[in-house]
């Protein structure tokens, strides 16, 4: 299956061999018939990519900060890898798409195989869509006019913002392409339509669509002609459908607008507004946010629950179908506005137009009609089959996002191995990650790691809803398995891994006991006889509410995600069972309550104390990590796994790192080194010990 892909790093836009997407419940298998692209978005895209680091800094001034914060706490060279591997990331251009349902997920409820659809698919040859994001085209609206429906409907939601009523006057500012879609849309509203651009030719279009249409681009004054067009009362509303980062089109839009008038920005524009043009007329300025409510609702876009129509008469699947509705009625005429069409496998050649011919306005990308067996285009070959040597581990993994990217994969390029196949559920992010770590096959299946008879080692990370499944599918085909945390979400779950009668090693990502700080830590601590004190202060930032991890389904919540590190590495130093578990949240009244601000406390078997506190409410200038072991009149303290101090200590006073080091490599290394040896390096035990104790902390926070 071929995609268009695009490099952040070096603005590369390249035609790439993906597997078919994985069909989860609730989406659709699409077989793309045709495309449109997106001439501003995807041109804003491509041109970002094509920046040096220095524009693209200037671009995103808030990532600069969320990189300088990074450099304080967690080191220079490890933000700058960060950093790298994230440009470094393609990302799927295109997101109007029409074509024929091939296969339908479970809890679909609304489509079947055959169905001719719209979607916010990219350009792909096979999409994969949840079902809010889908609608049926009707009869008599071909698929290239179909294709055009979600970018229509970035208009349409605009408008819907402006509410305007029949006879009112609408001023558009920006002919693009959807500016030239938003003037129909008016005009089949029953406005009075003011458009401008400094294009005459998209001038001419927007007159034919009935619209009075200048180019200010020969010195006419928008704000003048439109005051005179209105009797001098201004513009009832003002739509922007302009990309620029000059701040013009906002004060000009104020200027041209009557006494409580709507503003409501669609576009790209520098946002630096005067108090004064927006306070003496009581203006309203709103920014519309892509296709219509449900836009960036997980619950709604991934989950498919739907608004109830009473109450939100519009969300974005609706006003796809009113959009497609307006087309078979033949209100919405985009023939006029298509100006380019190729092939699919011409498709790099249509972005060479869309950086060097200004005419462009709509290019449409015409998909060939083939055959398509879902089952064997699971899996793409990336290297040529290599014979597995006795001895050398053969990799499976299942998993391709950031911690495979960034940490996994650098780590295990230090070890002797064979790697053969890598999985993601899309597609695009295994062959990328394939392709640069050498992996022979890049696929969205997982059976085609735990099926495959080369493959003798697993290592799981996806979400963490997925890992006991996959973890009892490693050891029930007699595969050595390394998931990264936590090992599962529920005690059922953990239950059903004990049962499995295995001879494999189980090993759970828990690498900071790996870390060359604990490493020698222990080490000192295997001096002392008597019972410790540990004390481990995590300053875990807060992250978004909608964020996959809060999801208790998904992510099972912080402490069962992220937490069960510190339990583990707590129970490692001490070197003994866990005997008593005590815990408590901290709730913010008239807040979403989060298991983010946590303390937990510990006893065990030799007498010794450990409390953790996992706090999101801290700054980010603080270390994000620091562990205080108090034993024998000795205390260690280690800040942030680049900086070890002794006190009391025989010949030791501080151990320091040039970055930090958390012991990935080195967990990784034990994993692959007990595989040899026929050890874990971490007793099964104490896997299960430290899992149980995550779910009594949790249990005793959640009442």
Request: contains cysteine.
């Amino acid at each position: 299956m071929k995609q268009v892909i695009q490099s952040l790093n070096n603005g590369e836009t390249k035609l790439s061999e993906h597997p078919m997407p994985t069909l989860r419940p609730g989406v659709l298998l699409i077989q793309t018939v045709n495309t449109v692209v997106s001439v501003g978005t995807e041109k804003m895209l491509v041109d970002f990519g094509k920046s040096n680091y220095l524009k693209k800094a200037q671009q995103q001034p808030e990532k600069v900060k969320q990189v300088i914060d990074k450099v304080r706490t967690d080191g220079l060279q490890p933000t700058i890898n960060a950093v790298r591997t994230k440009l470094d990331q393609p990302i799927a251009l295109g997101y109007s798409n029409a074509g024929i349902v091939i296969a339908v997920g479970k809890d679909v409820k609304n489509f079947n195989v055959g169905d001719r659809v719209i979607s916010n698919g990219s350009h792909a040859e096979v999409v994969s869509v949840p079902e809010n994001l889908c609608a049926k085209i009707p009869d008599g609206v071909s698929y290239d006019e179909a294709a055009f429906t979600v970018i229509s409907s970035i208009g349409l939601q605009g408008i819907r913002l402006a509410e305007p009523t029949l006879g009112e006057t609408v001023v558009v500012t920006g002919l693009g392409l959807i500016g030239l879609l938003t003037v129909q849309l008016l005009k089949a509203h029953g406005c009075n339509v003011i458009a401008s651009d400094f294009d005459q030719r998209k001038v001419d279009l927007a007159k034919s669509f009935g619209a009075d249409a200048v180019n200010v681009g020969t010195g006419i004054d928008i704000v003048d002609y439109v005051n005179m067009k209105t009797k001098g009362r201004g513009a009832d509303a003002v739509l922007i459908t302009a990309s620029t980062q000059s701040s013009d089109p906002i004060s000009q839009a104020a200027r041209m607008s009557r006494q409580r008038g709507r503003i409501i920005l669609v576009g790209v524009t520098g946002l630096e507004l005067n108090r004064s043009e927006f306070y003496e007329k009581e203006l309203s300025f709103q920014v519309s946010c892509s296709y219509g409510p449900g836009r960036y609702d997980l619950n709604y876009e991934e989950k498919g629950q739907d608004y109830p129509i009473g109450f939100v008469r519009w969300t974005e699947q609706r006003n796809f179908e009113a959009i497609l509705d307006m087309m078979s009625d033949k209100k919405l005429d985009v023939s006029p506005l298509i100006t380019h069409r190729y092939k699919f496998n011409n498709a790099v050649d249509a972005y060479s137009t869309l950086s060097e011919d200004k005419n462009t306005i709509g290019i449409v990308l015409e998909y060939e009609s083939q055959e398509i067996d879902i089952e064997a285009s699971r899996s793409v070959t990336l290297n040529s089959h290599t014979t597995s040597i006795e001895g050398i581990p053969t990799i499976g993994i299942i998993g391709a996002g950031n911690f495979t990217n960034q940490t996994l994969l650098p780590a295990m390029n230090r070890q002797t191995v064979k790697k053969h196949t890598i999985v993601s559920s899309g597609g695009m992010t295994s062959v990328h990650v394939g392709q640069k770590y050498d992996f022979e096959r890049a696929s969205t299946e997982a059976n085609h790691v735990f099926k495959e008879p080369a493959i003798n080692v697993v290592f799981i990370t996806t979400r963490h809803n997925s890992h006991a499944q996959y973890v009892k599918e490693g050891l029930s085909n007699q595969k050595h398995v390394f998931v990264e945390k936590p090992l599962c979400l529920t005690r059922a779950e953990l239950e059903e891994i004990k049962e499995i009668e295995h001879d494999k090693i189980l090993m759970v990502g828990f690498n900071r006991r790996f870390a060359p700080h604990v490493i020698k830590m222990k080490e000192l601590l295997a001096t002392v006889s008597q019972p410790k004190s540990v004390l481990i202060t995590v300053n875990a930032g807060a992250i978004p509410a909608d964020h996959w991890t809060q999801d208790l389904d998904v992510g099972g919540g912080r402490i069962i995600g992220e937490g069960c590190h510190f339990i583990d590495l707590a129970r490692h130093l001490v070197g003994h069972k866990i005997t008593g578990v005590q815990a408590m949240k901290m709730d913010t009244p008239g807040e979403e309550q989060f298991e983010d601000k946590v303390v937990m406390q510990f006893s065990f078997e030799d007498g010794s104390i450990a409390s953790i506190q996992y706090l999101a409410n801290g700054d980010k200038a603080f270390p994000k990590e620091r562990v205080e072991v108090f034993a024998g009149n000795k205390v260690l303290s280690l800040d942030n796994f680049k900086t070890l101090t002794g006190h009391g200590w025989s010949g030791f006073s501080r151990y320091r790192t040039r970055t930090q080091d958390k012991g990935h490599a080195n967990g990784i290394k034990a994993f692959l080194d007990g595989i040899k040896e026929g050890e874990s390096p971490i007793p099964l035990e104490e896997i299960f010990e430290v899992t149980e104790a995550t779910f009594d902390v949790v249990d005793q926070i959640r009442g």
